[in-house]
């Protein structure tokens, strides 16, 4: 919950989702974690993913295609 990626609209998101898309295409195990019913202020539901045991978020902010976000799961 504390990545932030840019809205698939924009070119920055077009990217992250095409990042998204290859990490997650071969993976054997994919986990969403939703830690609660925390939600962002457009209604999302905030949690984790988890590929492979590998956070998609991290590798997002590894390739920049993301930010640290100001949601917190708690």
Do not use: M
Not at 8 to 23: D, F, M, N, S, V
């Amino acid at each position: 919950c504390d990545v932030d990626a840019s809205e698939r609209r924009t070119e920055e998101g077009k990217q992250a989702a095409i990042i998204t898309e290859a990490l997650l295409k071969n993976a054997k195990l994919i986990q969403v974690i939703v830690p609660n019913d925390e939600r962002d202020k457009q209604g999302r539901l905030l949690g984790y993913i988890l590929f492979d045991g590998a956070d998609l978020g991290q590798r997002l902010l590894e390739s920049r295609r993301a930010v640290k976000s100001t949601f917190t799961c708690q």
